[in-house]
């Protein structure tokens, strides 16, 4: 039996696909479709270390999901001949009732679509890519595979706003936090570098890509992270601010007379690295700091700051740490921000090694000396391959049920 899962994660104008064993995580072919909806879009296929590429107008999601396969026919791998399982989905949120991933029928489509509200940005598009692939994969199983879901293990104490009853109880107002798949792999990867089983390490993991987080890992669960109801709180990211003052709204609002909106997307997409240096593309920060401009410098340090300050925090959230780990287009690639981040730490038991740090990154990478108390790892993540050992696992499970029942 194949394990081969179509992994599908659908922006609002873009959709990503990958064909990846759910048991071993090859993935031999992958692409994405972007600018979905404008007057020219672009598809580009990955197979075989060699990238196919069409320009065109893609209207929707639907001749975007068809034009990628059409790529797998046309330039391989044969879909039908991998024999795929499941199609796997990312859906951001999943709110207070999805813990773990759901096989899509209509009533879970319901429920994503009433946690719209909670993320606006994403789960629209999440569900559209569902919809499409519900239509053109009939009698394939449909997986979703949500960030929020990893979270749920988070106690009380953490992922409750000190905020009226109403809101929580009738609004469901509280913490969520994100990037769960990708911590779900990289934490366990981590164990896995330590030689030991999820179930025992405490680690700190640190995903800095365009959005970053932080997450505290107890024994494989996590208890606490830095974003919250939406993915604009915690960390310094490429265009969101991160914490700010809850009363910024309302003083900006007040005083400058701006609409909510205007202030909730000017905090999400106009904040974070290109608020403070012009550019949201951390590699064109480190340029411009380089070259001795002021607004970088403050840029990387505000950045480092706050990742050291959540350190601090998670590291008495869980009282012994084995490793903090970096993740993410940042975390993998910036010894700088490693070190920066972690410097003055010794007394908890947490340094870089500088020629360890500098060296290549491939696959798990301990960048501590080895004296250290607290690893210091950097795990390339893969939230593909975790969609699929996900999706790969639920469809598994209710073969086996299925096989089971008398
Ligand atoms: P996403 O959250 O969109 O998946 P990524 O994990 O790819 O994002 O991370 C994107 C970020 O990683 C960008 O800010 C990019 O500049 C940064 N990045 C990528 N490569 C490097 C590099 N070699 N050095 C520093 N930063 C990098």
């Not at 905020?163 to 913490?175: M, Y």
């Not at 601010?241 to 000017?266: E, F, N, Q, Y």
Request: aromatic fraction near 6%.
């Amino acid at each position: 039996m194949s394990s081969f899962v179509l992994v599908v994660n659908t922006g609002s104008s873009s959709l990503k696909y990958s064909l990846v064993d759910g048991a071993s995580g090859d993935s031999p072919a992958s692409g994405s479709v972007e600018r979905i909806g404008e007057s020219s879009g672009r598809l580009s296929h990955e197979v075989d270390g060699q990238e196919h590429v069409e320009e065109r107008a893609f209207p929707d999601h639907d001749s975007a999901l068809r034009a990628a396969l059409d790529a797998f026919a046309a330039y391989g791998p044969s879909l039908d001949s991998a024999g795929v399982v499941a199609v796997g989905h990312r859906v951001v949120h999943g709110g207070e009732r999805f813990s773990a991933p759901a096989l899509v029928d209509d009533d879970v489509i319901g429920a994503v679509e009433a946690l719209v509200p909670l993320a606006p940005l994403h789960n629209p598009a999440n569900l559209e890519g569902i919809a499409v692939a519900r239509k053109l994969f009939p009698d394939l199983p449909q997986v979703a595979v949500f960030d929020t879901a990893y979270h749920h293990t988070m106690p009380p104490a953490a992922y409750t706003y000190a905020v009226p009853l109403a809101w929580r109880d009738e609004h469901a107002i509280r913490r969520y936090g994100f990037h769960g798949t990708s911590n779900a792999y990289v934490a366990r990867s981590a164990a896995a570098a330590l030689g030991r089983a999820p179930e025992e390490v405490d680690v700190i993991v640190l995903h800095l890509g365009n959005g970053a987080s932080a997450t505290a890992v107890r024994g494989g669960r996590s208890v606490d992270t830095s974003m919250g109801m939406t993915p604009l709180e915690g960390l310094v990211m490429g265009t969101r601010s991160g914490d700010v003052d809850p009363a910024l709204h309302a003083h900006l609002h007040r005083s400058l007379g701006w609409s909510l909106d205007d202030i909730d997307t000017a905090l999400n997409r106009s904040s974070g690295l290109k608020g403070l240096a012009g550019d949201n593309d951390f590699r064109e920060v480190m340029r411009l700091r380089a070259a001795g401009d002021a607004g970088a410098a403050l840029a990387f340090d505000v950045y480092s700051y706050r990742i050291r300050k959540y350190v601090g925090a998670y590291y008495a959230v869980l009282g012994t740490v084995d490793a903090v780990v970096f993740t993410a287009g940042v975390g993998e690639h910036s010894p700088e921000v490693r070190a920066a981040s972690l410097s003055g730490l010794s007394r908890l038991g947490i340094s870089v090694d500088p020629d360890r740090n500098a060296g290549p990154v491939d696959g798990p990478t301990f960048i501590s000396p080895d004296s250290a108390d607290v690893a210091v790892l950097v795990v390339p993540t893969d939230e593909e391959y975790e969609i699929a050992r996900q999706a790969l696992s639920l469809v598994e499970e209710g073969r086996q049920a299925r096989h089971e029942t008398p």
